[in-house]
Antibody, heavy 129, light 107 residues
Framework: QLQLQESGSGLVKPSQTLSLTCAVS??????????WSWIRQPPGKGLEWIGY???????YYNPSLMSRVTMSVDSSKNQFSLNLSSVTAADTAVYYC?????????????????????WGKGTTVTVSS | DIQMTQSPSSLSASVGDRVTITCRAS??????LNWYQQKPGRAPKLLIY???ILQSGVPSRFSGSGSGTDFTLTISSLQPEDFATYFC?????????FGQGTKVEIK
């Protein structure tokens, strides 16, 4: 059974860089052609998708964060990472990693349906001096 | 960006009630719509993808419908474990976006 586990800095000072890693177990990050996403949730608020990365290293970032986000993948360690630079209090959130599943709909006759089907438990990051 | 708007933002219901949550997209997204359930302190859980396909292991009391801009998540008979917050999410555009959430509370 595929499992994801986030780890990293829980407390980050303003203007510094937030660094998180998502370890994948129960399956290979390189198989299946999946992308792997980061999502965050500020306290008491909704979900914001940060972006995704493929095992090839190809990425797509949310334009609202693009100037500060870098994602990377380490297939040898079966993990992927998120760096968010120049953080402020607004970056305080629970950060989740997830696998992006893909599906086909027989009713529509189309594929290319993407969804986040396996999630890590999340890790809390607080930005404070 | 495609904006996703859920209604209501919260609702109170009793065990056994039929519950309907609506999600509206700011432009047509065909059926590229997913639903998630989130309980306090937990990660979201995928319930439905492609607007109406039940994720494996999800109880059949959950169902989804809609296409274009208007979508619905229905719980046919609310169970105690269903009290949670529900989010819709579109994957039509390369920038994936979520609705703001609907909190289902006990009446």
């Amino acid at each position: 059974q595929l499992q994801l586990q986030e780890s990293g800095s829980g407390l980050v000072k303003p203007s510094q860089t937030l660094s998180l890693t998502c370890a994948v177990s129960g399956g290979s990050i390189s198989s299946g052609g999946y992308s792997w996403s980061w999502i965050r949730q500020p306290p008491g608020k909704g979900l914001e998708w940060i972006g995704y990365i493929y095992h090839s290293g190809s990425t797509y970032y949310n334009p609202s964060l693009m100037s500060r986000v870098t994602m990377s993948v380490d297939s040898s360690k079966n993990q992927f990472s998120l760096n968010l630079s120049s953080v402020t209090a607004a970056d305080t959130a629970v950060y989740y990693c997830a696998r992006d599943g893909k599906g086909y709909s027989s009713s529509s006759g189309r594929g290319g349906y993407y969804y986040m089907d396996v999630w890590g438990k999340g890790t809390t990051v607080t930005v404070s001096s | 960006d495609i904006q996703m708007t859920q209604s209501p933002s919260s609702l109170s219901a009793s065990v056994g009630d039929r519950v309907t949550i609506t999600c509206r997209a700011s432009q047509s997204i065909s059926t590229y719509l997913n639903w998630y359930q989130q309980k306090p302190g937990r990660a979201p859980k995928l319930l439905i993808y492609a607007a109406s396909i039940l994720q494996s292991g999800v109880p059949s009391r959950f169902s989804g419908s809609g296409s274009g801009t208007d979508f619905t998540l229905t719980i046919s008979s609310l169970q105690p474990e269903d009290f949670a917050t529900y989010f819709c999410q579109q994957s039509y555009s390369t920038l994936w976006t979520f609705g703001q959430g609907t909190k289902v509370e006990i009446k």
